[in-house]
């Protein structure tokens, strides 16, 4: 039974929604909150966890067809409801048991809660109801089951005979419904996790108008500062054949998904741009290959490496390690913490375009990547540098982060040569592995003497395992001394130097002076408020030193840098996309480094990006380089 007081607090909003709450057993807690009425989706808790159902356009209608049940519920009733979709022709305890017994098991968003109201179809044309399975279903806490009349012939009285409006399969697994006179409709059903490590800026959902727009969730818990993020049901995806079926992701929010704000980590931003009208294609091939979006998650303001120290627009988002005193890096920040938080989200997409990915998954314990440049379009994605940016993602488990690449990546969203400069990607499907491991000395040992032991220990895992051995080497002095660009060995400055410019233009063009002259035009004049970074590169841009022309000149001079790294250093071959493996340290030295700026000026400690004395370059540079 519902308390009191809480019963005529739920009275008044119920009436808004002409809908009656019941409760599926005598301990559970039906607590139901409207959640911006016009949208008729609804908030509510079943013992200590809260759920969101999607109220504007339901999964899918039972229609009643025995007039003896159609005054069974009166008014319209709130109840949480578990489809059962069976894949045998006569359906027995025994195997309801095992059904349920898997979603209990495998799922979490599911609950015995559920089991309160059951909806029992099946894939087979013609089905029977064994003797014993409504018994069962009624022992784990049924009142109301509901039977497909189209499957199941013999009905049974104590069962109500439905039929669906739909022709389309539905997904077995919890949902909520809304049961009238006649109908009952099947509300999408979330389970919703609070973000105490603050690394999302909001939850989302799919709108289900048919657009393939997405709503945010716009719930807070006031008390622990803390977005709320709607998370399916696995079982809704075990039918499901796709590669990412199921997979629970989250986006920075970097990228246009349709239906939301893209924010770029601005608040001037959000002000100047509209919402979304188009999901960018890399997302979207996500959410063809069967993906849940969940969230758009916090970055360093458009894409920058700013400290979390320098944030002034929000607070940068909280590392699961170290009692959330550790940093979460850069850019990509709130996607590493978070998929090193919790265990409820599968991965993150990120970008990268200097260290954005892979530095916050070296200080979060996950894995990330910066693919080759020009592996998946960035139409929809605001750029830092159109020619350096890439996108990748970021997991737990090697293994899964692995299949999770191979389904992603695809030759049919592969950028044009025109936006890398570079020549047509290959990405050959082979299995062989390098086989060698390039060993920069000036690079090692890392600063942290148990950090090194860590890092040899792995090494020579890996040669034995994969039968490789191990090439020293002075990559630094290499880099110095070739001539890439030119017969004279200053080439390496002119790389780093060509990089600077392909960044400072792509970002002038399509970030900076549109927002400046956007602002410009809605205040007086007045120069936006962004990032102390931003406000010192933008008011020193010169357009007279960097120009179309100057960047032209910048990509043709990456194209040679990115061809004589290929050919010389991480040399591709027939059996594998390189003859080696180039180990490096993303610039921690093994060291902890902290998210208040203080507490990295211990001798134990480090500020990001450090390089040794012997380095010409941050090996994280390597990647942005040379493509």
């Known amino acids: 039974m519902i308390k009191m007081a809480r019963w005529k607090q739920i009275f008044i909003r119920a009436l808004f929604l002409g809908l009656a ?29 809260a759920y969101l159902a999607t109220g504007k356009d339901p999964r899918d209608t039972l229609t009643i067809t025995s007039s003896r049940d159609r005054n069974y519920h009166s008014p319209a009733t709130l109840k949480a409801l578990t489809v059962i979709v069976a894949n045998q022709s006569i359906v027995t305890a025994r195997y309801l048991c095992a059904t349920i017994s898997s979603y209990l098991a495998n ?55 439905v039929r669906r409006n739909s022709a389309k399969a539905i997904a077995p697994g919890p949902y909520t419904a809304v049961i009238s006179k006649d109908k009952v409709e099947l509300l999408d059903t979330y389970r919703l996790y609070l973000d105490t490590y603050r690394n999302f800026i909001t939850g989302i959902y799919p709108s289900n108008d048919g657009s393939g727009s997405f709503m945010p969730l716009e719930h807070i818990c006031s008390r622990l500062w803390a977005p709320w993020i709607p998370v399916p049901s696995r079982i809704h995806s075990w039918g499901d054949r796709r590669p990412l079926a199921g997979q629970r992701v989250a986006v920075k929010d970097i990228f246009d998904i349709k239906g939301l704000q893209t924010s770029a980590g601005s608040q001037a931003w959000i002000e100047t741009t509209p919402v979304a009208n188009r999901t960018a294609p890399a997302i979207q091939r996500l959410v063809d290959l069967g993906a849940v979006l969940v969230g758009k998650q916090k970055l ?28 979460c890096a850069a850019s990509t920040s709130g996607g590493a913490c978070s998929v090193a938080a919790y265990d409820w989200l599968d991965a993150a997409i990120g970008s990268d375009t200097g260290v954005s990915i892979r530095r916050p998954a070296a200080v979060t314990g996950t894995f990330g990547n910066r693919p080759s440049q020009g592996m998946i379009t960035l139409e929809g994605m605001l750029a830092q540098n159109w020619a350096g940016d890439t996108a990748g993602v970021l997991m737990r488990n090697p293994a899964e982060w692995a299949r999770f690449a191979k389904a992603w990546y695809t030759s049919d969203l592969y950028q044009p040569e025109s936006i890398t400069g570079l020549s047509p990607l290959v990405v050959p499907d082979t299995m062989d592995f390098p086989s060698q491991i390039l060993y920069p000395d000036e690079q090692f040992p890392l600063m942290n003497p148990a950090a090194q032991e860590v890092l040899q220990a792995v090494l020579s895992n890996i040669t034995k395992a994969l039968n490789m051995t191990i090439k020293h080497t002075n990559l630094s002095a290499t880099l110095i001394d070739a001539p890439i660009l030119s017969e004279k060995k200053d080439s390496l400055d002119g790389l780093l130097a060509a990089t600077a410019t392909l960044t400072y233009w792509s970002s002038h063009v399509a970030v900076s002076d549109p927002l400046i002259t956007e602002w410009a035009w809605r205040y007086y004049g007045r120069f936006p408020p962004v990032d102390p970074l931003w406000r010192k590169e933008w008011s020193q841009f010169n357009a007279s030193v960097i120009n179309q022309a100057v960047y032209d000149r910048a990509l043709r001079d990456k194209r040679k840098g990115v061809d004589w790294f290929e050919k010389n250093i991480l040399t591709e071959m027939p059996q594998s996309c390189s003859k080696s493996l180039l180990i490096c340290d993303i610039g921690t030295g093994g060291l902890p480094s902290f998210r208040e700026k203080s507490l990295n000026e211990g001798p134990n400690a480090t500020f990001l990006g450090m390089m040794p004395d012997g380095a010409a370059i941050p090996c994280s540079l390597i990647c942005p380089l040379f493509g």
Not at 41 to 48: A, H, N, S
Not at 140 to 155: C, H, M, P
Not at 311 to 325: I, L, M, S
Request: aromatic residues 12%; proline residues 3%; hydrophobic residues 35%.
């Open 107 to 161: 799922d979490d968003v599911f609950s015995a809660e559920f089991l309160g109201c059951i909806y029992l179809t099946s894939s087979m044309r013609n089905g029977s109801i064994h003797t014993n399975a409504l018994e069962y279903l009624s022992s784990v806490g049924a009142k109301t089951i509901y039977l497909d009349s189209s499957i199941f012939r013999n009905q049974d009285r104590r069962a109500i005979s």
């Open 21 to 49: 709450f019941e409760s599926n057993s005598a301990n559970a807690l039906f607590r139901s909150i409207v959640h911006e009425g016009l949208k008729g989706d609804v908030t509510y808790e079943l013992g200590d966890t």
């Open 300 to 327: 360093a303001q458009f894409a920058s490496g700013a400290n979390p120290w320098d944030w002034t627009d929000g607070q940068a988002p909280f590392n699961p390690r170290g009692d959330g005193y550790l940093t």
